[in-house]
């Protein structure tokens, strides 16, 4: 592959930020440097969840349930 080829972080900049600005999610193959952008209200609820890889979202963590 070329320099030019390359999938590079300014890419990947640009491509996080439309899809936070189109409400999407994406799917990078760091391998063959595809990268697929599926929009969030065509997939269903078990899809979003493999996406995250069952992951919590990044939101304020409530801890007062636990005993320590």
């Not at 990947?12 to 189109?22: E, F, P």
Request: charged share 25%; glycine share 4%; aromatic share 2%.
């Amino acid at each position: 592959m070329t320099r030019s080829a390359l999938l590079r972080q300014a890419d990947l900049g640009r491509l996080i930020r439309a899809a936070a600005k189109t409400d999407s999610v994406l799917r990078i193959d760091m391998n063959t440097l595809v990268v697929t952008v599926l929009p969030l209200s065509a997939l269903t609820e078990a899809e979003r969840q493999s996406m995250t890889g069952g992951l919590a979202p990044d939101t304020k963590e409530n801890w007062s349930d636990l005993a320590f």
